[in-house]
């Protein structure tokens, strides 16, 4: 069975930030330098990073377990009525389950029940694996975004959104 428990407590975030560093290490080393997934990882991913989101930059982390034990992981932080989705992240041995559409169906209810309209990310422009997931779960490129990062380093995305359908029962 697949749950998405919330992150709150600080077991769960070193939890966390040992998935990232490991997935992290495992995906991106074909995109980006291991420099910089190092970085990426010190600035975005570690204890104090994800202590940070939580506690004063309002992001929600999401473990997403199967059969009690994490495969991955997800943040995402409520910004007027969208949800932007930070970090969306599976273990390699955990790909290609269905894991990632039903989070993705967990995030669209949070919407629901929020009453928001969109979900939107940002994704590596060369991430094809990723994008062409998002295309097939209805997200489309909206804009692209280079963003410097700091120590000589740039993001350099797509960004996707999704619409939500809007219940009549919550306008």
């Not at 069975?1 to 992290?24: D, G, K, S, Y």
């Not at 034990?69 to 007027?80: I, K, L, N, T």
């Not at 993705?104 to 997931?133: D, G, K, M, P």
């Amino acid at each position: 069975m697949l749950m998405f428990p919330r992150v709150n407590t600080a077991e769960e975030i070193a939890e966390v930030a040992q998935l990232a560093a490991e997935i992290w290490r495992e995906y991106y080393v074909s995109l980006i330098t291991i420099e910089q997934i190092d970085y990426m990882i010190s600035k975005y991913q570690s204890v104090s990073a994800i202590t940070d989101q939580i506690h004063q930059q309002g992001y929600e982390y999401y473990l997403i377990h199967h059969d009690g034990f994490a495969v991955g992981y997800m943040s995402a932080r409520q910004e007027e009525r969208k949800l932007f989705l930070s970090k969306f992240y599976i273990s390699k041995e955990h790909r290609g389950r269905s894991y990632a559409s039903k989070a993705l169906a967990f995030l669209e209810q949070l919407c629901e029940e929020r009453n928001l309209s969109h979900i939107w990310l940002t994704v590596n422009r060369h991430n094809e694996s990723s994008i062409a997931v998002y295309e097939k779960k209805g997200f489309r490129t909206v804009r692209e975004q280079c963003a410097d990062i700091g120590n000589g380093f740039v993001m350099d995305d797509f960004i996707m959104e999704k619409e939500i359908p809007v219940s009549q029962e919550n306008v």
